[in-house]
Nanobody, 131 residues
Framework: QVQLVESGGGSVQSGGSLRLSCTVSGYISSNYFIGWFRQAPGNPGNEREGVVTINTAGGSGIYADSVKGRFTISRDNTKNTVYLQMNSLKPEDTAVYYC?????????????????????WGQGTQVTVSS
C-alpha cells in the first residue's frame, strides 16, 4: 500500500518562502507521478487545485499558471522524496497542501493536474501566508 507523508508547512508573511516535502513508501516502481494539490480554507467541499506534478522517472514539472515562476518541484529518488519550494508566497496561496501519487493504469500514466487521476494521498500540511 502506498503511503505519503508531507512535512514543512507553516506560517509566513507575504513574499516569504517555504519548502514542503513528500516522502513516499510502500511502492517500488520508479515510474509514477507525484503531484502537489491544495485546498483553500473556508469550504471543505472545494475541489483540490492541482499545483504541480512530476514524473519520478524524469522530466520537469507541470505547473499551474498561478504558481509558475514562484514554485519549483524537485525529487530525490534515493530518498523517495519530492520537494516543493515555494517562493514569493502570496496570501492567496494559503491552503492545506497535499501530495498525491498517480500509479500506472494498465501501464499508462496521465501527466495531469486533475486530482481524479491520483490514487493515494497524504494527510496534508497547512500553509498560511499573511499580508
Amino acid at each position: 500500500q502506498v503511503q505519503l507523508v508531507e512535512s514543512g508547512g507553516g506560517s509566513v508573511q507575504s513574499g516569504g518562502s517555504l519548502r514542503l516535502s513528500c516522502t513516499v513508501s510502500g511502492y517500488i516502481s520508479s515510474n509514477y507521478f507525484i503531484g502537489w494539490f491544495r485546498q483553500a480554507p473556508g469550504n471543505p467541499g472545494n475541489e483540490r487545485e492541482g499545483v504541480v506534478t512530476i514524473n519520478t522517472a524524469g522530466g520537469s514539472g507541470i505547473y499551474a499558471d498561478s504558481v509558475k515562476g514562484r514554485f519549483t518541484i524537485s525529487r530525490d529518488n534515493t530518498k523517495n522524496t519530492v520537494y516543493l519550494q515555494m517562493n514569493s508566497l502570496k496570501p492567496e496561496d494559503t491552503a492545506v497542501y497535499y501530495c498525491a501519487a498517480q500509479l500506472p493504469r494498465l501501464g499508462r500514466l496521465y501527466p495531469s493536474l486533475d486530482a481524479k487521476w491520483y490514487d493515494a494521498w497524504g494527510q496534508g500540511t497547512q500553509v498560511t501566508v499573511s499580508s
